[in-house]
């Protein structure tokens, strides 16, 4: 909530019933400690197992493989009620979920599938996906990693930024270049010589997360280890798509969160002789938020519904990703305006949300980078290169 037109009728009994699940699992877990971490800059580690317990790890992924066996929408939902709570915890979700666990079970082989999806899906293993470089961000395809194949094994070289969870991660998927420049994806495990995941510190975003580099030197990749079922740029480009769904959802998630404190905090603080509410450019900000979270509503279920029957484009998540973060960081900052100086504490989420949606607009594709790939569907013109 809020759910000013009745978006909730288009959801099913099962849809609701994982929406309070996962809400008040939020509200235990994550809401009270969130704003310690985030100061703190501590990762909670113990969240990852609790994430598996209530299915918050590949929830598309099918039972065989330990994952929820549900639709789109629940996917949403949940991504939605964690990134209420926190972006950064959302990151962890998504992350193991979309880039790890997704691209093992769509490019990986029968064996690679039991052996790494059980284990992710119940947080017994944390994963991580490498695909960014320091030199190489919205354009992947420069990236420089690279393998070579020594007959019973690969041979890894190179670096990765900016990674999610890789400090702790016990598996990577790693996009990385074979001898031919063809990417390929490899699954990387903690304890190979030569891996290591440095952590990054220092961020004023995304600090309840986990963010760090992975470093390959002449590290010895098992040929099993090979992600066989697709390689392509177009292969990481689909784990992206499906992540970024996830954020569309997720980051309407902290703008509602903003909006309730905001709406509450309205009614509350007394200026003037009067509740702030009262005022007709308290009001305004408030009827704005609204209508943005709404439209924004609508637009991500249709994604879903989409989604479900497999029709849903590129270019449509684009348009979704980057829609909800501009209004989630919008929302943010006007939520911390009606709150005063009191917004800019740690009382109230705005700030953090804030600063986490200024990551949330860069990764995955930058606010830009999604706005070319409408421009290109639109006229056909390629305007990145
Ligand atoms: P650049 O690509 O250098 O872009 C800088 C600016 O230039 C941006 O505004 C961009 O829009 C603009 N720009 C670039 N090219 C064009 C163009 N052709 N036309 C117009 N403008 C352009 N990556 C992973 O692989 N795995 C992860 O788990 C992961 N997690 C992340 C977590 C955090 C907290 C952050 C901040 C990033 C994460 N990333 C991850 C990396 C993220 O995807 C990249 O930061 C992002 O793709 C942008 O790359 P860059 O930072 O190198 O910026």
């Known amino acids: 909530h809020p ?12 849809h609701k019933l994982i929406r309070s699940s996962i809400r008040d699992f939020v509200k235990r877990e994550i809401s009270p400690y969130i704003e310690d971490w985030a100061q703190r800059a501590h ?12 299915g918050a790890f590949g929830p598309t992924i099918p039972h065989e493989y330990g994952g929820g066996g549900l639709d789109y929408i629940s996917y949403g939902i949940i991504m ?55 030199d190489h961000g919205s354009n992947p395809s420069g990236m420089v990693t690279n393998f070579k194949d020594m007959g019973d094994h690969y041979l890894l070289n190179g670096a990765k930024m900016w990674i ?3 400090p702790r991660a016990d598996v990577a998927v790693v996009w990385a270049k074979n001898e031919e420049g063809r990417i390929h994806g490899l699954v990387v495990e903690r304890g190979m010589e030569g891996f290591t995941t440095p952590e990054t510190h220092g961020k004023w975003s995304l600090r309840a997360s ?22 392509g740029l177009g292969a990481p480009m689909m784990c992206l798509d499906s992540a970024r769904y996830g954020i569309a959802w997720g980051a309407i ?34 009827a704005e938020m609204l209508t943005e979270i709404t439209k924004t509503q609508l637009l991500n279920w249709r994604l879903g519904v989409l989604m479900n029957e497999g029709k849903a484009t590129t270019p449509q998540i684009s348009m979704a990703k980057r829609n909800s973060v501009h209004t989630a960081l919008e929302i943010a900052r006007e939520a911390r305006q009606i709150h005063g100086g009191m917004g800019i504490t ?3 989420p705005m700030m953090r949300h804030m600063m986490n949606l200024e990551s949330v607009v860069t990764y995955e594709g930058t606010h830009d980078i999604h706005l070319l790939i409408l421009g290109n569907q639109i006229t056909g013109i390629p305007a990145f290169y």
């Open 3 to 14: 759910d000013f037109y009745g978006v909730d009728d288009l959801l099913t009994e099962e």
């Open 43 to 54: 990762f909670p580690y113990e969240i990852v197992r609790k994430f598996g317990e209530i």
């Open 80 to 134: 939605q009620e964690i990134e209420r709570g926190d972006s950064g915890m959302r990151s962890t979700a998504s992350v193991q979920g979309s880039l790890v666990m997704y691209p093992i079970y769509k490019f990986g082989s029968e064996a690679q599938r039991k052996k790494y999806l059980p284990k992710l899906a119940s947080g017994e293993w944390l994963g991580c996906f490498g695909l960014t470089e320091p």
């Open 164 to 166: 999610s969870n890789s």
């Open 210 to 231: 986990a963010t760090g580099e992975l470093v390959f030197d002449n590290v010895k990749v098992p040929k099993e280890n090979l992600l066989p079922g697709k390689n």
């Open 253 to 286: 998630g902290a703008a509602m969160d903003c909006y309730e404190s905001a709406r509450r905090y309205a009614a509350e603080r007394i200026q003037f002789g009067k509740p702030i509410a009262s005022f007709q450019l308290v009001q305004k900000k408030l």
């Open 346 to 348: 740690g009382e109230y």
